[in-house]
């Protein structure tokens, strides 16, 4: 599996209608699992490792389950191993005092057009 979703149950199941698989997630305790099984192929519930999870290289999390993950994401983010993290706009839309990708362009560049 080269990509894999963590979120809302609505976009996991439109993640899943263009192939790429995922797991709905409900509070910070199930979103700090899953992200557990993806990063480290570590399954609390069954206390092992899982076969093929180290074969995620994108992982796409929805904005407020990024913000559930807090720090445990920023660490994860800053060790520079796989999956890459990509943050979306969850189906309630963007959380207030994100920056969009354009924003962020144009903070480092310093243009603003």
Do not use: N
Not at 38 to 63: F, H, M, N, Q, S
Not at 76 to 90: A, F, H, I, M, N
Not at 93 to 110: H, N, P, Q, Y
């Amino acid at each position: 599996m080269d990509y894999y979703f963590i979120g809302d149950p609505e976009l996991v199941t439109a993640f899943r209608f263009v192939g790429i698989g995922g797991v709905s997630v409900r509070g910070p305790d199930d979103t700090r699992s899953a992200f557990l099984k993806i990063t480290e192929g570590w399954d609390e519930a069954a206390g092992a490792y899982l076969p093929g999870a180290e074969t995620c290289r994108v992982l796409i999390l929805t904005e407020e389950a990024a913000d559930w993950l807090g720090d445990a994401l920023t660490e994860w983010q800053l060790s520079g191993k796989y999956p890459l993290v990509v943050e979306v706009p969850g189906t309630m839309g963007r959380l207030e005092g994100r920056k969009t990708l354009v924003d962020s362009i144009r903070e480092a560049i310093g243009i603003h057009v």
